[in-house]
């Protein structure tokens, strides 16, 4: 039982470049989100879904994209890469809307400098 | 606007010192507090509150919820230098499955 996968591990991008964080459950979780963290900031939620083919905004989803097109995958696309997106992001998952030991479970996170 | 505060934003002591530390919130319709800990990768779940005056305790570790006063607090007994982490707070408000977090704390603990 894997839990959450997210690739890559680690990225530099370049200004104005593009890419996807890929993120994949194999929990049959409806509930999926992506954090970004900042130093000091704790998690802030970008965008989240609550079953395949429904997303909704977070508290800071610009310049930001994903889609939930099977209920495993939920990918976070970054259009037009610029330095304030430098962060750690991490993917989640959960069953109940949050709660529980086992209600949300994060993946290892991917660390993205954008230079 | 919901929000969750923690504080200290951060603290170092030694081995052996007990620590508290604190989580303040407004969240429309709570529904639970967690605490989670995180060294260098992903935040890993330690407590789970939902209703107030109840500890919930694990080895060194307790925390505990007041919802008259929205707060919590996490207690770290005979601190250890394994115990130097961020230590998060989120608040689940109801009919949602967003966590809302705080800042965050960050312990060191020294030898």
């Known amino acids: 039982n894997a839990g959450v996968t997210q690739t890559p591990k680690f990225r530099i991008l370049k200004i104005g470049q593009s890419m996807t964080l890929q993120c994949t459950q194999d929990?049959?979780?409806?509930?999926m989100y992506w954090y970004r963290q900042d130093p000091g900031m704790g998690l802030k939620l970008i965008y989240y879904?609550?079953?395949?083919?429904?997303?909704d905004k977070g508290e800071v989803p610009n310049g930001y994209n994903v889609s939930r097109s099977t209920t495993e995958d939920f990918p976070l696309r970054l259009e037009l890469a610029a330095p304030s997106q430098t962060s750690v992001y991490f993917c989640?998952?959960?069953?109940?809307?949050?709660?529980?030991?086992?209600?949300?479970?994060f993946g290892s996170g991917t660390r993205l400098t954008v230079v | 606007e919901d929000k969750v505060v923690q504080s200290p934003l951060s603290l170092v002591v030694h081995e052996g010192d007990t620590v508290t530390l604190n989580c303040s919130y407004e969240?429309?319709?709570?529904?639970?507090l967690l605490w989670y800990k995180q060294e260098k990768k992903a935040p890993t779940f330690l407590f789970m509150l939902?209703?107030?005056?109840i500890e919930k305790k694990s080895g060194r570790l307790s925390s505990i919820l007041d919802k008259k006063e929205l707060f919590s607090i996490l207690n770290i007994t005979a601190t250890q230098t394994g115990d130097s982490a961020i230590y998060l707070c989120?608040?689940?408000?109801?009919?949602?499955?967003?966590?809302?977090f705080g800042q965050g704390t960050t312990l060191q603990v020294k030898p």
């Open positions: 989120a608040v689940a408000p109801s009919n949602t499955g967003k966590l809302i």
């Open positions: 969240v429309t319709n709570f529904r639970s």
């Open positions: 929990m049959n979780h409806n509930y």
């Open positions: 989640a998952s959960s069953y109940l809307k949050g709660q529980g030991a086992d209600g949300y479970t």
């Open positions: 939902t209703s107030s005056g």
């Open positions: 879904s609550v079953g395949a083919g429904i997303t």
